[in-house]
């Protein structure tokens, strides 16, 4: 079966390209199976001639007929290469835009495998740390601790400054209402109880959750992208044992300390207002403050504050160690870990508070 030949002439620029173009698409209404352009005569050519080659190829491409080049020289080739014929050839393919159902589950469906991720390795974790060590698997203290000093001691300057600082901003607010009555001293108990059991605990976490959270999802991210958590596992190291849980425990060793830091640096702030604008001494605030709280307003905040601080540590490595694509999914899991730890830590704290009122 033989196959049509179109030959380009000596020249092949403006003035002749359009009698080539006109050659091919008679030849391709026919609908060969296959069609061949020779070039070998072709002397001299500009732009606007392979132009209009590439322009056949095109249209034989969308015919479904195979375009097949012959004698193309050595300048010829440079210029296709420079221009890139491959994709000038291509055509465009249309994508349908998907409908809203797909949408919708395309953005759901990332969140919900998140979801699932912290889920899984929160259980695995409370495994680990309760079987352990009757496994001979006990928590690596040496890890832990460095974790520990990058948690605690990093975050405490900006811990101890936001405190000061929202003490003094709740003393004052509390004072503009109060004075109204003449109930000065009560600015104790908006600082006290306000602080105590919610500011101190949520703030903490959160400082926690933008700053470690999103350093072990960074860390963690890196390491899989360069392969060092499968080199651990063909080394025999569980990378939950050595990585995850030293983090997951900083994390929440960290938020019951700075939060009775957070507490403390607080409540002094709100004292030091009270004292120098509204006249309170510091005796009498004292006095004040331990008549509001108890002590059993402290261990629920301690312990709500450990939750919140394990949650930021599972959060941050879940979403970790599901890093794909490279450092673009290294940069999209730590700004994850950041919002859903956030999240996450408002919404126990509502399960917390919500319990509380309902056992009085």
Not at 44 to 49: C, H, Y
Not at 60 to 74: D, P
Not at 98 to 107: E, K, N, Q, S
Not at 130 to 137: S, V, Y
Request: charged letters at 20%; one cysteine or more.
């Amino acid at each position: 079966m033989t196959h049509p030949t179109i030959t380009a002439a000596a020249t092949l620029d403006r003035t002749t390209v359009d009698r080539l173009v006109a050659d091919l698409d008679r030849e391709l209404r026919s609908a060969p199976a296959r069609v061949t352009i020779d070039l070998g005569a072709v002397d001299s050519f500009d732009s606007a001639g392979l132009g209009g080659v590439v322009l056949g190829m095109r249209r034989a491409k969308e015919a479904g007929v195979e375009l097949r080049l012959r004698g193309v020289s050595q300048s010829m080739l440079d210029f296709f290469s420079l221009v890139s014929v491959q994709r000038l050839s291509r055509t465009d393919a249309r994508t349908e835009r998907p409908d809203v159902v797909t949408r919708l589950g395309a953005f759901v469906e990332p969140m919900l495998d998140g979801a699932v991720a912290v889920v899984r390795l929160a259980a695995q974790s409370l495994h680990e740390l309760a079987a352990g060590p009757f496994q001979k698997r006990a928590l690596r203290l040496d890890r832990t601790a460095i974790e520990i000093d990058h948690c605690a001691a990093g975050a405490l300057p900006i811990v101890a400054l936001i405190a000061f600082l929202l003490g003094l901003i709740l003393a004052m607010q509390a004072y503009v209402q109060l004075r109204v009555w003449g109930a000065e001293i009560y600015i104790a108990d908006m600082v006290g109880v306000s602080v105590l059991t919610e500011i101190g605990p949520l703030m903490t976490a959160i400082v926690l959750a933008a700053r470690s959270g999103s350093r072990n999802a960074a860390q963690l991210g890196a390491m899989v992208v360069s392969e060092e958590i499968q080199a651990l596992e063909q080394m025999g190291i569980r990378p939950l044992a050595f990585l995850v849980l030293p983090k997951v425990a900083a994390c929440a060793f960290a938020a019951v300390t700075l939060t009775v830091v957070f507490d403390v640096v607080a409540i002094a702030g709100g004292a030091l207002f009270a004292r120098g604008v509204a006249g309170i001494e510091f005796d009498a605030f004292g006095e004040q403050l331990r008549t509001a709280l108890s002590l059993s307003d402290f261990v629920v905040a301690l312990i709500k504050a450990g939750t919140f601080g394990a949650f930021v540590g599972v959060v941050g490595c879940a979403l970790g160690l599901r890093v794909q694509d490279g450092s673009e999914g290294v940069g999209r899991a730590t700004t994850n870990s950041v919002v859903l730890g956030i999240f996450l830590i408002i919404v126990v704290d509502a399960v917390y508070v919500t319990c509380q009122r309902m056992l009085g």
